[in-house]
């Protein structure tokens, strides 16, 4: 026997509509959700502008309210920055030409051999070339002039002269080291003894000689 439906068409279709429903509300839904996250967004932005305005016009308060220096002095400390500056740079060159006198009495006792002892030492400064005349030529079988350094000493021969002269040479803030005098002297009654002079220049800070 066939089987016969008795029921109305439209209970048949009844689940069709809220299928239908449910794709109609879900665009509905996700937009009214993206209005809501852009108003929330633009919210967010409006108030950090408002926050930064805020910030600009307190910043620009402050900047107004700080008084403008007055010119005269600015111009005093402008010269007394000049002045210091000027007192700087004519002491750095004044100590550009000083001597370092401990380094070269530190250089010559490192020197000095132990049969030698000095009587006097005699040290003067260099004289700077810009400002020092031209020494005159000295005449034949003239004395040496002491220009910068002179040792006045003794020792037992003239060859322990010939070698403090050597080592002199090697000193580096000694130049045109030269024998003045060199001959046996009677020392303490009977003992005999070389009496010697050595001159030297001491050269110049900064000279590359």
Excluded: C
């Amino acid at each position: 026997m066939r089987a016969i439906n008795l029921l109305p068409k439209d209970d048949v279709r009844r689940g069709r509509p809220q299928k239908n429903q449910w794709i109609v509300l879900i665009p509905v839904v996700l937009a009214v959700l993206a209005a809501a996250l852009l108003s929330a967004m633009f919210l967010s932005a409006s108030g950090t502008v408002k926050d930064k305005q805020a910030e600009l016009t307190t910043l620009q308060d402050e900047l107004h309210a700080i008084p403008t220096p007055d010119a005269s002095r600015v111009k005093t400390q402008s010269a007394l920055a000049a002045d210091k500056q000027a007192r700087v740079t004519a002491l750095s060159a004044a100590l550009a030409r000083r001597v370092a006198w401990d380094r070269v009495f530190r250089e010559l006792s490192l020197v000095l051999p132990s049969d030698v002892w000095l009587a006097t030492i005699s040290a003067k400064a260099p004289v700077p070339s810009s400002t020092a005349a031209a020494p005159a030529p000295a005449a034949a079988g003239a004395t040496i002039a002491a220009t910068g350094f002179t040792l006045d000493g003794y020792t037992y021969s003239h060859p322990a002269v010939a070698r403090l002269l050597s080592r002199l040479a090697v000193v580096p803030d000694l130049v045109n080291v030269q024998l003045q005098q060199s001959m046996r002297e009677k020392v303490g009654g009977s003992a005999s003894a070389v009496h010697f002079v050595i001159v030297a220049d001491v050269r110049q800070p900064g000279s590359g000689q």
